[in-house]
């Protein structure tokens, strides 16, 4: 089937199985990502305290589940830019294989760490792997499914990452009395690389690229109009991941902290915090759909500008001022709707901004690199936070929403035939 064709299918019974091996895929990829990066979340509150010595600060236990973090967010970036530029080299299909295979045996190895330096070093290898299945499985739908369906599929993909954090929130609740058990769910993705490599072949339009032209330097991300490209995807992605994830990974640590439930033992403070993960991510999918109707009705860049007004609003509602375990519910769930909903534009709207053989690598430099940055202000905001009061930090983090909507201004938009208008 040529490129041209891929505009023709109006129904998902109008596909090629070859479409719908790609997109099943990409698709539990990317449930497994969410599971596998959503794990040390929701269990870091009380895991930490079990890898470092007794009597540990508790500021000093604190600052080490920063440093966790912050390993899982450089390596998801290093792993993206390295396995981007290999899916553009090997192929998609391959790529997917090879990190899926790294991030789950490297999840599964972090249930024997005997300390939080053994942990950090496997949760960084485990990165990689999840940061190179992003940009690969990416492209893969980009190339194989119907351009005009873009922001449905790539809210669809981004569900999948949602849907994985669901799991993730199911296996904490169910291994509260034990954090690292949770760790041994990470290792199942493993048996999907043997059906990856069987039934799912590499993208026609790579393939035929391949053939016709030699690989182009990475130099060529910074040269000409891709360029432009670059550099705002970059900053967009750098703003936008920054502000979600150190909104994902202290949430859970300020509603362990509330004042009303002090007295509530480390168990049930799990489970709070599970059915809290479990009420927001449900949110967060939402808001990816909510995303994609404002992408397909009106653009990329009022979707994205909307989003970030959202999430500003939602951010400074939430932890701008006092509430109890049951009303602060209320306004965590509008800041992850609009902060977790743009990423549901992302996964198909980054990609085809860049020309065929340098999709991976752009894709996974833009978007990965702005978890370095992410991992830095995880850090620098979890230093910076009193111990007992991280609301005063993501209120600061908030701001960051201001910048982000200036540049989503002059973000390009994709056009139907890959390349930006």
Known sequence: MSVQSLSEPNSLRDLTSRQLQ???????????????????????????????????????????????QAALLVGWALGGTLFGRVGDRIGRSRTMALTILLFSLCTGLSTLAPNWQTFLGLRFLAALGIGGEWAAGSSLVCETWPKRWRPWVSATLQSAFQCGILIATLAAGVFA??????????????????????????PEEWTTAKQQQPDPPVIELFRGPVRRTTILSLLICSASLTTVWALIFWYPQQLRQLPDIAHWSDVQKQHYVALASLITTIMAIGGNYFAAFLAHRYSYKIAISITFIGAWLGMLAAYAFPHNHVTILYYIIWAHFFSQGVFGLYPLYIPPLFPTLLRTTGAGFSYNTGRIVAAIGTVVFGVLAPVSNFARALVWVAWLYIPALLIALLIPEPSQEGLPQ
């Not at 236990?61 to 966790?68: F, T």
């Not at 769910?185 to 072949?201: D, E, H, M, Q, T």
């Open 177 to 202: 009395a034990n954090p690292r058990l949770v760790f041994l769910v990470g290792a199942l993705p493993a048996l999907l690389v043997y059906w990856i490599r069987r039934a799912v072949p590499e």
């Open 22 to 68: 790609g997109g099943l895929a990409a698709w539990l990829g990317w449930l497994f990502d969410g599971m596998d990066s959503t794990l040390y979340v929701l269990v870091a509150g009380s895991l930490v305290p079990m890898l470092v010595p007794a009597g540990t600060a508790k500021t000093t236990i604190v600052h080490i589940g920063s440093y966790i």
